[in-house]
């Protein structure tokens, strides 16, 4: 019988030890864990944001513009690109070698030219048809140096949408015009 008292008693004391200590634990765990987010979160938030600019298989420079659903019921779908030039649809502009369109027709890949230099703007237009009007789409980047001097791509502005009679309509908005 005094053996058992004697182990009964061990593990009333050593019960609540045990307790606190993993009540310690779980609590230290949570502490861990806290930090450990704290502190991902931190270098996470010092990351600068990754450049457009991508290396081509030929060893080109590039960069990628994906747009979603949009060759998506369009019909004579074309796509150009312009160096420091506005898309009027009746000038010259750079398709050959600057441009080309993955299959599904909602990403493309933008060349980096020898004539390109900081300052200049690239304008990029798709334009089709698309029911009730003709649909176009444009993006203007601008040619700058990163720190490293390297020429990147950076996007100034954007509009796509319907448009009829010279007017450009909101895609989200079409709806509320033609019913």
Same mark, same amino acid.
């Given at each position: 019988?005094?053996?058992?008292?004697?182990?009964?008693?061990?593990?009333?004391?050593?019960?609540?030890?045990?307790?606190?200590?993993?009540?310690?634990?779980?609590?230290?765990?949570?502490?861990?864990?806290?930090?450990?987010?704290?502190?991902?979160?931190?270098?996470?938030?010092?990351?600068?944001?990754?450049?457009?600019?991508?290396?081509?298989?030929?060893?080109?420079?590039?960069?990628?513009?994906?747009?979603?659903?949009? *060759?998506?019921?369009?019909? @004579?779908?074309? !796509?150009? /690109?312009?160096? =420091?030039? #506005?898309?009027?649809?009746?000038? &010259?502009?750079?398709?050959?070698?600057?441009?080309?369109?993955?299959?599904?027709?909602?990403?493309?890949?933008?060349?980096?030219?020898?004539?390109?230099?900081?300052?200049?703007?690239?304008?990029?237009?798709?334009?089709?048809?698309?029911?009730? *009007?003709?649909?176009?789409? @444009?993006?203007? !980047?601008? /040619?700058?140096? =990163?720190? #490293?001097?390297?020429?990147?791509? &950076?996007?100034?502005?954007?509009?796509?949408?319907?448009?009829?009679?010279?007017?450009?309509?909101?895609?989200?908005?079409?709806?509320?015009?033609?019913?």
């Amino acid at each position: 019988k005094s053996e058992i008292y004697t182990t009964d008693c061990l593990l009333l004391l050593v019960l609540p030890l045990l307790v606190s200590l993993f009540t310690a634990m779980a609590c230290c765990w949570k502490w861990v864990v806290l930090a450990t987010l704290a502190v991902v979160c931190s270098t996470q938030a010092d990351v600068e944001t990754p450049s457009l600019l991508v290396q081509l298989e030929d060893g080109a420079k590039g960069f990628n513009i994906s747009i979603p659903d949009a *060759g998506k019921e369009m019909e @004579e779908f074309k !796509y150009y /690109v312009s160096l =420091n030039q #506005e898309f009027t649809g009746a000038q &010259q502009l750079y398709t050959k070698g600057r441009v080309e369109c993955f299959s599904d027709k909602s990403k493309f890949r933008l060349r980096k030219q020898q004539d390109m230099s900081e300052g200049d703007t690239l304008h990029f237009y798709l334009v089709g048809h698309r029911k009730p *009007g003709n649909f176009q789409m @444009e993006r203007v !980047y601008e /040619v700058k140096k =990163n720190e #490293e001097g390297i020429l990147e791509f &950076q996007q100034k502005s954007e509009r796509a949408g319907l448009v009829k009679d010279g007017l450009w309509y909101e895609l989200d908005k079409l709806e509320e015009i033609n019913p």
